[in-house]
């Protein structure tokens, strides 16, 4: 504290100036003359001063005890109004406090007084001191610096010592009666501060007395609060139970009214049904949206053509609970089952409607099962069963083809879902090793279309870890916008004593890698395996009532199967709203690229349906077997029926009978060999080979006329498919055989020439075939020697070693044949086939195996043989008539083999009128037998959709389908206004 300068006023003015004119106080200011006595008194008197007095930068001691206690009183009435206002609590218990105080008002202004007196006393006694340190001390007047005192005993002496020279200074000059007045003043100085101190020690009692009662309220109002929080836990609990309670009530009344509704919806739907089968009325805007997809399908059966179209797809793991989630959606067990088997093996399409009965349909089927009566249920899941396994390629376990089910019932929610097989973590003994992959791969397809609603189910019982289908569905849609998030099984969940910490981190999407824009909680099942779906159904709202797992991040809205297929339905006719506008677009855009496109290929062409093609292509058919019966006269039916059994038996007559008796030695040698190779073959060969040349001739020409070339081959398939129906149909009469035995044997037993003209006839028939024979050999044999010389030179060919030895071979065997003469046997023994195979492995080092030799051999004695018969043939024309023992021919028969060619001749044509009369008969059957053919492809769209095919059909079936479907989404466009799902 800095020492101020004295300042007098009031009554002491005239002894300041008193002291002022004996030169001992040098500088005065009017102020209380009391005050400022007391103060110079009192630092003359103690000996421990409680200040420092300064000089520019010296410290001198200035404390005294009226003003420790001044500034203590000072300090506490500052303390105990701050203090008490901040204990109390506040602005208003501040202000209480400071009303129950004595009024400090003269006490402030008191202490104002003696503060400024001490500073005034103080600014004097620097100045004495100044000068007294400047007479003893000449040295320090110039020093500027602070003098630092020794030490704290060093500084109470100088403070003493200073006080004292200053009481001195004071006191010299004073009379006795200022001495008396100053002492008398001292001791009303002093009982004034002592009455100070007692205000003080009171305060204090005061404030600690507001100190205490501030702590009892404080503890009083803790109490307080302590109470009230108790009675708001309670209150909150027993609001809660209260929320639970109205929550049960409501739902009842929902429950209710949804039931009412339902039947209010049943009794309308029946009545829309009655006025609609007497006016026609309109489809729903979900069946026709069914026959868009199926229409969509028509085009491309691999789904591609129908990404853009909504659907709801279900995916999740084998055994999750997708079938399950499914069969109460449509509240029937309609799907086949297995304990941990794999029973979806294809893709079931299921569009539900909402209907008055509760019925299902499989597209293309006219039968409706009830679904309410066990038998047609158990038929409904047999022939879905049957169909799924009927569409599974050979050696394979799924199926791409999707099966569609159109499924009715009151209170339905109006969708389209996608069941796929589950997918599937390892492949199982006797399962193909992609089985895996291919599962993967039709969800992928599936899913990866952007309008396409994900249904992803997770079975709750399982470990998180152990499902892939969080991944599968993060990849195809990382957003989550069109997902749908369903955890099965929670009953069993909670017996598995799974936390609700778990619960809540899978449905709220913290466990799984992956976003969902909607979470479900489903129970799907009870204890008994045999409940009905309306148990299962009312046991899902009785657990979800009471369920313990309520604090898992769902609301009442995202528990049940019911709260699942509102919310799924709400989110499917929102994508449908979004894209069917865009579809119809798309449509009309690629109906008029493929109008444009058949106007530059087919300028001339009407543009015809794949069904209308095929009723061308039929009425074709037809009219080629009517030209089959009308064109070709009798004449022509025998010699096509001559030439084909004469095709089918030549080889036998010419190597078996006629050449296996050539070598015979005399004419009757001869005959007698003839008959008993003919007796032979007409009782085991003959009578069949001639009926299956027959059937070859009928169904040769019936192939003629049927495959007819078309412009652009729109009907090959179809006629080759019908041709083939048809002759694996059509069969020849076996009891033809006998009536054919008995005329072949008549005719062939006949032994007399009746004509000359038959005569020379059996004798052309004789040359035409023996020179045909002749010919054929001879062909035969050039081609084992090789090329000639010749041709070698012209065509630049040459002779491989093989063909060298063979002809070596021929040269010696007609040598040999030279030596017999004429009539050289009709085959050789080991020992000649042993000498030849010894000449041509010298000649060639070639080892020729014997069956071999004896084959050309044996075309070596039939080109022989058959040229002496030609020879023998033109030398018989004249001998008609003649015994056989005066004929002389060149092959030494005696023209007996003219009678055997004069017979065969007669056998066959006995045997092609027989057969011509049958396939008159067989040809009417066989008209028949391709009606038939063309009718079963007619009522089996997949048959026809193969057969009838080309750039052409299918350009023509693209527009009349884009056709179809630009009429069908106007439609659907009107009834979604119409029923108000389109604004």
């Not at 528990?559 to 929102?574: E, H, I, K, P």
């Not at 010894?838 to 050309?856: F, G, K, Y």
Request: with cysteine; hydrophobic share 35%.
């Amino acid at each position: 504290m800095f020492v101020r300068t004295l300042r007098l006023h009031g009554p002491g003015v005239a002894r300041a100036t008193a002291l002022l004119s004996n030169g001992v106080v040098q500088h005065v200011q009017p102020t209380t003359a009391v005050a400022a006595q007391a103060r110079l008194l009192h630092l003359a008197r103690h000996s421990r001063p409680r200040a420092t007095l300064y000089s520019t930068r010296t410290t001198i001691p200035r404390a005294h005890a009226a003003s420790t206690i001044v500034r203590l009183g000072a300090s506490l009435l500052r303390k105990f109004l701050v203090v008490g206002g901040v204990l109390v609590g506040g602005s208003v218990a501040a202000n209480e406090v400071k009303d129950q105080l004595p009024d400090t008002s003269g006490v402030k202004k008191g202490i104002e007084e003696i503060s400024d007196g001490v500073g005034d006393a103080g600014g004097f006694i620097k100045q004495q001191w100044l000068k007294l340190r400047a007479k003893m001390t000449p040295e320090l007047a110039e020093d500027k610096g602070v003098v630092t005192l020794p030490g704290k005993l060093q500084q109470e002496e100088n403070a003493r010592h200073a006080a004292a020279v200053l009481a001195e200074k004071l006191s010299e000059g004073e009379s006795t009666e200022a001495k008396e007045a100053r002492e008398a003043l001292m001791d009303q100085l002093h009982k004034e501060v002592q009455a100070k101190d007692l205000t003080v020690a009171q305060l204090e009692e005061r404030l600690g007395e507001l100190k205490a009662e501030h702590e009892r309220e404080v503890f009083a109002l803790r109490e307080r609060v302590t109470e009230l929080e108790s009675q708001l836990f309670n209150a909150e609990d027993v609001a809660r139970e209260e929320l639970r309670t109205e929550r049960a009530r409501l739902e009842g009344i929902i429950k209710q009214l949804k039931q009412e509704n339902e039947e209010l919806n049943r009794i309308q739907l029946i009545a829309n049904s009655a006025s609609s089968s007497r006016g026609g009325g309109s489809q729903r805007a979900i069946d026709i949206f069914s026959d868009i997809l199926d229409i969509r399908s028509r085009l491309d059966h691999d789904f591609h053509a129908l990404d853009r179209l909504p659907r709801v797809v279900v995916v999740g793991d084998q055994s999750a609970g997708k079938t399950s989630v499914l069969e109460v959606l449509v509240r029937a067990r309609m799907f086949p089952r297995g304990a941990g088997e794999m029973m979806t093996r294809a893709p079931i399409q299921v569009t539900m409607t909402e209907g008055p009965r509760h019925t299902a349909r499989i597209k293309g089927e006219d039968r409706v099962y009830d679904m309410r009566i066990e038998s047609d249920l158990k038929l409904l899941r047999d022939t879905v069963e049957k169909k799924m396994v009927q569409s599974i390629d050979a050696g394979q376990v799924v199926s791409n083809r999707t099966l569609c089910i159109d499924v009715e019932g009151p209170g339905f929610n109006p969708m389209v879902l996608v069941d796929l097989p589950g997918i599937i973590q390892h492949s199982t003994r006797g399962m193909p090793s992609e089985t895996k992959n291919a599962i993967l791969q039709m969800c992928q397809q599936h899913i990866h279309n952007k309008n396409a609603i994900i249904m992803c189910i997770q079975d709750a019982s399982r470990d998180a870890e152990g499902s892939s289908i969080a991944d599968v569905v993060s990849k195809a849609n990382p957003e989550g916008d069109r997902t749908v998030f369903v955890l099965t099984k929670v009953d069993l969940a909670e017996k598995l004593n799974m936390s609700n910490t778990k619960m809540r981190s899978i449905l709220s999407g913290q466990k799984f890698n992956m976003q969902a824009s909607a979470y479900f909680a489903v129970v799907t099942g009870t204890e008994n395996p045999n409940d009905s779906i309306e148990a299962i159904r009312r046991s899902e709202r009785d657990y979800f009532s009471k369920w313990s797992g309520k604090e898992a991040a769902l609301s009442a809205q995202q528990l049940g199967t019911d709260n699942l297929s509102r919310a799924v339905a709400d989110m499917f006719w929102q994508r449908v709203r979004d894209t069917m506008t865009q579809e119809d677009q798309e449509t009309r855009r690629a109906l008029k690229r493929k109008e444009t496109e058949w106007r530059n290929k087919y300028p001339d062409h009407p543009r015809l349906s794949r069904d209308d093609l095929f009723n061308n292509g039929r009425h074709e058919i037809l009219r080629n077997l009517t030209h089959f019966n009308d064109v070709m006269t009798n004449m022509d039916w025998e010699q096509v029926l001559t030439q084909s059994i004469w095709a089918k038996i030549r080889r036998h007559v010419l190597d078996e009978v006629y050449l296996g008796s050539a070598d015979s030695t005399s004419p009757a040698e001869f005959n007698t060999r003839v008959d008993n190779l003919l007796d032979s073959w007409i009782a085991t060969e003959l009578p069949t080979l001639s009926v299956l040349a027959a059937r070859d001739a009928l169904m040769q020409e019936f192939t003629r006329v049927l495959t007819v070339p078309d412009p652009d081959s729109t009907f090959d398939k179809l006629k080759s498919v019908v041709l083939e129906a048809a002759a694996t149909e059509f069969q020849w009469n076996p009891n033809s055989v006998e009536k054919i035995r008995s005329v072949q044997e008549l005719m062939l037993r006949d032994n007399v020439v009746k004509s000359r003209g038959e005569w020379e006839r059996a004798i052309n028939f004789m040359q035409d075939t023996l020179q045909a024979e002749f010919n054929d050999t001879e062909l035969e044999l050039r081609e084992l020697k090789g090329p000639s010389l010749v041709q070698r030179w012209t065509s630049w060919q040459s002779t491989s070693p093989e063909q060298q030895a063979h002809k070596t071979l021929i040269t010696a065997i007609e040598n040999t044949l030279l030596q017999h003469g004429m009539t050289p046997p009709s085959r050789l023994d080991d020992e000649d086939v042993g000498s030849l195979k010894r000449l041509v492995s010298r000649a060639h080092s070639i080892d020729l195996p014997d069956d071999e030799i004896q084959h050309i051999y044996h075309l070596i004695f039939k080109r022989t043989f058959l040229d002496s018969s030609l020879q023998s043939a033109g030398y018989c024309k004249t001998k008609f008539g003649d015994p056989a023992d005066r004929c002389d021919s060149m092959n030494s028969l005696g023209c007996s083999d003219v009678l055997l060619f004069w017979r065969l001749q007669n056998m066959l044509e006995s045997t092609v009128r027989m057969l011509r009369l049958e396939s008159m008969e067989y040809k009417q059957e066989l008209q028949e037998a391709t009606r038939r053919v063309l009718q079963d492809i007619e009522e089996t769209p997949e048959r026809k959709q193969a057969l009838i095919s080309g750039p052409r059909v299918a350009l023509a079936e693209e527009i009349e389908v884009l056709r179809l479907l630009q009429n069908k989404m106007d439609q659907f466009m009107k009834q979604l206004k119409r029923e108000g799902k389109y604004r």
